[in-house]
């Protein structure tokens, strides 16, 4: 499926100081799906920056959720990317 823009990230915490965004996003679309290139098309105009928290929930059985961040927003969308375990930064 394809993103829909009825359907944005839902901002939980703006930014303070310098500190990035906190977003929550809740779809049937798959982690792969979601975490294509640019697959916020309206990322831009929503205010997503690069760095900025989303925390992607898979509405499915059972429902998954993945923490993710912003790694590129462009024209043409925000791109995401999501935390495995260890990582150390982004």
Known sequence: MAYATTN?????????????AVWSYKST???GTV???NYFTNGEALGLKAGDQVNV?????PA?????YVSAVTDSGATIVQVKAGATGY
Do not use: E, F, H, W
């Open 8 to 20: 944005p990230p839902a901002l939980l915490q703006d930014r303070i100081g310098g500190g990035g």
């Open 29 to 31: 679309d798959t982690i």
């Open 35 to 37: 975490l294509a290139a």
């Open 57 to 61: 929930i898979v509405d499915a059985s």
């Open 64 to 68: 998954l959720m993945y923490p993710c």
